[in-house]
């Protein structure tokens, strides 16, 4: 069973960068999976942020495509996040989840199966 | 992709059986997915390819629809349904979630 862990600072400065780490434990960061962040601001829904696949192709929320950058890390097992020029409304908790490819019949269908426990981010100075 | 949940909130009581729909704003054809959500944890996977139920979900949980209309349904609430449930589209980027529901407890 896949397990997946974030890990980052609690608390980020304005106009400064957020960066956080997903280590992927119990099954390789390679395979049938696209590796994806989730945000949760307080008190409010959830906010599909992007997704990166092991050969580090990446699609992004276009609301926060102009300050976001994702990578992975194959040798570590790791995927990460970066967010630039974070201001207040970036407050949240941030979940990284496995997105995997099922197959019912003879088509494909997606879901969210495995989810990280959260991290919860402030920016304030 | 947007999608319109409804109702926002709800208060039913243990035994009853409750819908939530999910509406999407153009025709996604099966690609949704419902979650569960308690506070502070992590959302639950629940279904996927609109009524695919993951292993281990109880049975009273159901999901229909496609294209632009789709309901999750809990027969027989019990008390650990008492939770904030979402969809989810994954027919196109972004794969936005829809504005939650929440069960309460009447």
């Not at chain 1, 990460?80 to 941030?94: E, I, M």
């Not at chain 2, 992590?42 to 999901?63: C, D, E, H, K, Q």
Request: charged share 15%; hydrophobic share 35%.
């Amino acid at each position: 069973q896949v397990l997946l862990q974030e890990s980052g600072p609690g608390l980020v400065k304005p106009s400064g960068t957020l960066s956080l780490i997903c280590r992927v434990s119990g099954g390789s960061i390679r395979g049938n999976s696209w590796w994806t962040w989730v945000r949760q601001s307080p008190g409010q829904g959830l906010q599909w942020v992007g997704e990166i696949d092991d050969d580090g192709i990446a699609h992004y929320s276009p609301s926060l495509k102009s300050r976001l950058t994702m990578s992975v890390d194959t040798s570590k097992n790791e995927f990460s996040l970066t967010l630039t020029s974070v201001t207040v409304a970036d407050t949240a908790v941030y979940f990284c989840a496995s997105l995997t490819r099922f197959l019912e019949g003879s088509f494909y269908y997606y879901g969210l199966d495995v989810w990280g426990q959260g991290t919860s981010v402030t920016v304030s100075s | 992709i947007q999608l319109t949940q409804s109702p926002s909130s709800l208060s039913a009581s243990v035994g009853d059986t409750v819908t939530i729909t999910c509406r999407a704003s153009q025709d996604i054809s099966y690609y949704l997915a419902w979650f569960q959500q308690k506070p502070g944890k992590a959302p639950n996977l629940l279904i996927y390819g609109a009524s695919t139920l993951l292993s281990g979900v109880p049975s009273r949980f159901s999901g229909r629809g496609s294209g632009t209309d789709f309901t999750l349904t809990i027969s027989s609430l019990q008390a650990e349904d008492f939770a904030t449930y979402y969809c989810q589209q994954l027919h196109t980027y972004p794969y936005n979630f829809g504005q939650g529901t929440k069960v309460e407890i009447k």
